[in-house]
């Protein structure tokens, strides 16, 4: 019978169940809920209409900018403003902290968000997804929003999930009482529960990572991935590599199944070892879905969830998924910085 309720049942019953709540976080994530499925729509309907290909543009991170990234993000941008629950926003394709414009009703939450992440996977038809976190903001009500207001620790997240538009959309989420997973039956228009409390494998079986790269790894990430595919691991064979290059799809497969998701630093660019994938709107948000589900999250040193941004695109070092092969990673990099 868990087919039948809807996410906005699900929230509700989590509203009654903490007395404490308006309904005002609510409304919020049905906002989010509808711009999603506004770009559900868009993404199913990619092949048809003129939504492919690249739009010219470079965003902040010297990324090409491919027209669906940005339909994405301003049709986020445009609903969530107007939802009168947020008193600013940061989205992965813009430089700076987006403001509620003036006139438009403000709330006490701040909303990060990848609006489409995995974007070189669109033309080819492979899942892609919109990635989001949610935090009360820090300043008092009446005052302007400040920096700090978006630079806080994934731990102080009050919802983080993320929509999987792959062969079926998807709305995974937690506001720190499990993972819940919903379906959108597009019959009806409705995400309907179907992956309740989700919980992530202890021990996984599979590894991704873009190994490409090898080349440009330190050491300890050489010996990182030659674990996994030893025989002498914690399963006594080879782990499956199994790498999509869409966080979202990874990730999801890997909370699913098990297994662990890596995107350590490399020095492809400048000789310098750098990551790629951004605390705010990328690591935070899966590493509270991961604890959530009884996972782990590390940038190599420390818990991810307590890393505290000082920048809006700062980027991290992630390993996340299964607790045993998460833990595994971080033991050798911790002898490896021993020596
Ligand atoms: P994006 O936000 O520009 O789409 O980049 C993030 C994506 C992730 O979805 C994925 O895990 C990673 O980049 C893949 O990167 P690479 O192609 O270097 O393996
Ligand atoms: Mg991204």
Redesign the pocket.
């Known amino acids: 019978m868990s087919q039948q309720i809807t996410v906005t049942e699900h929230l509700l019953l989590h509203q009654r169940k903490n007395p404490m709540a308006t309904g005002r976080f609510t409304r919020l994530l049905s906002e989010l809920i509808l711009s999603a499925k506004i770009v559900s729509r868009e993404v199913n309907k990619a092949g048809l209409v003129d939504v492919l290909g690249f739009t010219g543009d470079v965003n902040v991170h010297g990324e090409e900018v491919k027209k669906l990234d940005e339909y994405a993000n301003r049709i986020l941008i445009h609903r969530m403003s107007r939802s009168g629950m947020l008193c600013a926003m940061a989205s ?1 394709e813009n430089a700076d902290m987006i403001e509620i414009p003036l006139g438009l009703p403000t709330g006490e939450y701040v909303l990060i968000f ?1 609006p ?4 070189s996977n669109i033309d080819v038809n492979v899942a892609i997804g919109t ?1 989001f976190s949610i935090y009360r903001r820090k300043s008092p009500p009446e005052s302007p929003v400040t920096p700090e207001d978006l630079l806080q620790k994934g731990s102080e997240q009050v919802c983080a999930g993320y929509f999987l538009y792959g062969s079926s959309t998807m709305m995974v989420y937690t506001t720190g009482e499990g993972v819940h997973g919903f379906t959108l039956d597009p019959g009806v228009g409705e995400f309907l529960l179907s992956h309740p409390d989700i919980k992530i494998p202890e021990q996984g079986k599979i590894y991704s990572v873009n190994e490409g790269y090898e080349a440009y790894w330190d050491e300890p990430t050489r010996e990182v991935v030659r674990y996994f595919k030893s025989t002498t691991n914690a399963i006594k064979r080879p782990f499956s590599l199994r790498y999509i290059g869409s ?1 979202v799809a990874d990730f999801h497969r890997n909370m699913i199944y098990g297994g662990i998701f890596m995107y350590p630093v490399d020095n492809r660019t400048s000789g310098k070892y750098r990551p790629k ?2 605390l705010l ?2 690591a935070s948000p899966m590493a509270l879905l991961a604890e959530q589900a009884g996972g782990m999250a590390t940038d190599g040193v420390g818990r991810i969830l307590d890393i505290e941004p000082e920048h809006l695109h700062q980027r991290v070092p992630l390993f996340v998924g299964s607790i045993r092969d998460v833990e595994m990673v971080k033991t050798i990099y911790e002898r490896a910085r021993k020596g």
């Open positions: 992965e990848d489409l992440d995995g974007s990635i966080l994938l951004r709107c990328e």
